[in-house]
């Protein structure tokens, strides 16, 4: 288990046990914010050869990849979320439960940029598809791949922290 699932399930826990204590009181739901975990670093080298470095989160579990950024409050213009699938094909993402705006950069196999979906709205559950096949596919903040003047054919490189 990460350190990412154990906050998770702990604050589910937390907000589970909060709920069996209140039987005559008022019941309130809270929810525990889930932080950034720097897990890694990724470079984007543009055509041009300039780069944007990132501190990124690793979604490569199965609970990972299904969470996601969901239930974020924030995250800084530096960090971003990296999806990495075992398997290469055509992605489909959605906003549900997402409180944050996104662009979503998919990347296939050879770590090279093949689509954007950008500016996703918070909690939008309609198909975010990749259009094309990829193996990648890194979330960051809303308006960040036109500030950095991205480009589909733009590569990807990114290392592991050691824990």
């Known amino acids: 288990m990460t350190l990412k699932q154990f906050g998770f399930i702990l604050a589910i826990g937390f907000t589970v046990l909060s709920l069996s204590n209140c039987k005559d009181e008022a019941k309130v739901?809270?929810?525990?914010?889930?932080?950034?975990?720097?897990?890694?670093?990724?470079?984007?080298?543009?055509?041009?050869?300039?780069?944007?470095?990132?501190?990124?989160?690793?979604a490569d579990t199965d609970f990972d990849i299904q969470t996601g950024l969901m239930y974020r409050n924030s995250m800084e213009t530096n960090q971003g979320m990296l999806f990495v699938f075992d398997d290469v094909t055509e992605r489909y993402f959605y906003m549900k439960n997402t409180k944050i705006a996104l662009d979503l950069i998919y990347i296939n196999e050879n770590k090279t940029i093949?689509?954007?979906?950008?500016?996703?709205?918070?909690?939008?559950?309609?198909?975010?598809?990749?259009?094309?096949?990829?193996?990648?596919v890194l979330e960051v903040n809303a308006g960040l791949v036109d500030l950095w003047e991205l480009s589909v054919g733009d590569s990807i490189n990114y290392s592991k922290i050691s824990k």
């Open 29 to 58: 739901i809270t929810q525990t914010e889930v932080l950034f975990t720097k897990e890694g670093e990724l470079t984007i080298t543009k055509a041009n050869d300039s780069k944007v470095v990132l501190d990124i989160e690793i």
């Open 114 to 136: 093949v689509s954007f979906q950008k500016n996703a709205k918070p909690f939008d559950e309609t198909s975010l598809p990749s259009n094309a096949p990829a193996k990648y």
